[in-house]
């Protein structure tokens, strides 16, 4: 399953950034991840890894993530590997004197999951989930101090 959400702010790149960036912050604009613990002692840039309790609704799930790519200022892209599996990228690009910020996932259920069958139930829910996730984002990196 492939979902490509996208939105856009009237911060500025560098504050959108700055917001994204600081992984353990997700957790104050992304509805559906309850808490991050990091997996040793990066925090940031390729190769942190992080454990990421994930709710919706009453099911709930542990994603171990690994940071694959951190491209400063533009992308930032992970791997998925718990249960559910695959790859996901954050992009922004400058808008006017805002930012687009484009949120990438290529994900795959396992079987104890559901499966496929679980996706085709699962992707009108985390795309409207996402879509507010990147307007929240928008409104973090408006009040994000440089």
Do not use: K
């Not at 492939?2 to 009237?10: E, Q």
């Not at 994930?54 to 249960?83: C, F, K, N, Y």
């Not at 999951?113 to 409207?128: C, E, H, K």
């Amino acid at each position: 399953m492939r979902i490509t959400v996208s939105a856009t702010t009237d911060a500025p790149p560098e504050r959108v950034w700055a917001a994204l960036a600081d992984i353990a912050s997700h957790v104050d604009w992304m509805l559906d991840a309850e808490s991050i613990t990091f997996v040793g002692e990066r925090r940031r840039g390729a190769g942190t890894t992080f454990d990421c309790l994930t709710r919706i609704g009453p099911l709930s799930l542990r994603d171990r993530m690994v940071v694959t790519q951190w491209d400063e200022g533009r992308a930032i892209a992970v791997r998925h590997e718990g249960a559910v599996v695959g790859e996901g990228v954050f992009e922004l690009r400058p808008y006017g004197v805002g930012t687009e910020i484009t949120w990438t996932e290529t994900l795959s259920f396992r079987l104890r999951l559901g499966g496929p069958a679980a996706a085709v139930v699962a992707r009108p829910i985390l795309t409207s989930i996402w879509r507010g996730n990147l307007r929240r984002l928008g409104h973090a990196a408006a009040l994000t101090r440089l």
